[in-house]
């Protein structure tokens, strides 16, 4: 199984409509060039995930032009599309960060809501609304499980997602640069614990004045870093086997030993 990361510049100056053209024709590119079955964009590329005032201003419905471009790019070069996250506008009202996963035939495969929302007392926690679902996505080869960005700080979320099944981490993030080190460890530390492939796509450049983390990195179930990228826009293409969870469960299967229903402690 080949996969292909497009770590986006979300550089100022290019407009939500030439960018969600550029990169539209950038996932047929990559995927045909690559040969990739499954493609990943990282979260919020369309604004930056950092320039609030654009969560409303470019909000859009679920279905709306960001849909329509990724679920195009996804059957025109025929594979799985992590077509990263939008402001998805609710027809009730709330905002959200919602990620979006197409099949090789355009269908969407899931839509998931962030449900970690990065900021404290202000930006997305105070601007959108959190999602509630966990979602897996059961690809051609594997079963992928979703979360997004500030999520990965939230262990229990992902055991989740193990519980549900889930082989493959896919993680969209606009992560900023001066937290690096922790988007490198907490990408490892999710494939480690859980023995997964993390397939954790970042943006690049530099947006609303926070310079971007880039280094989009792919780690395997033992926590070996496959690819990593650099700061600026690049793509990152790797071969998986997914048949390498299981192994590694096998040999070192430390999940079995998770204590389930802990008694709380004595007051
Ligand atoms: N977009 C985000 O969720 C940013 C998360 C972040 O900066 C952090 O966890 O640190």
Known sequence: MRASLIQIAVDEGESVNSRRTRVSSLVREVAEREGSGLVVLPELWTTGAFAYEAFASEAEPLEGPTYEAMA?????????LHA???????????????????????????????????????????????????????????????????????????????????????????????????????????????????????????????????????VDPWGEVLAEAGDGEEVLTVDLDPAKVAETREQFPALKDRLLGLAAPRR
């Open 72 to 80: 195009k790019a996804a059957s025109d070069a025929g594979v799985w």
């Open 84 to 218: 990263g996250s939008i402001p998805e506008r609710d027809p009730d009202g709330p905002l959200y960060n919602t990620s979006l996963v197409f099949s090789p035939d355009g269908q969407l495969a899931a839509a998931y809501r962030k449900i970690h929302r990065f900021g404290f007392d202000q930006g997305e926690a105070v601007m959108m609304a959190a999602g509630s679902e966990l979602a897996t996505v059961r690809t051609t080869d594997t079963t992928l499980g979703l979360a997004t960005c500030y999520d990965l700080r939230f262990p229990e979320l992902f055991r989740g997602l193990v519980d549900a099944g889930a082989e493959m981490f896919v993680v969209p993030a606009g992560w900023p640069a001066r937290r690096r080190e922790h988007w490198r460890l907490f990408a490892r530390a999710r494939a480690v614990e859980d023995q997964v492939y993390v397939l954790a796509c970042g943006t690049g450049g530099t947006h609303a004045g926070v310079p971007q983390a880039g280094h989009s990195v792919v």
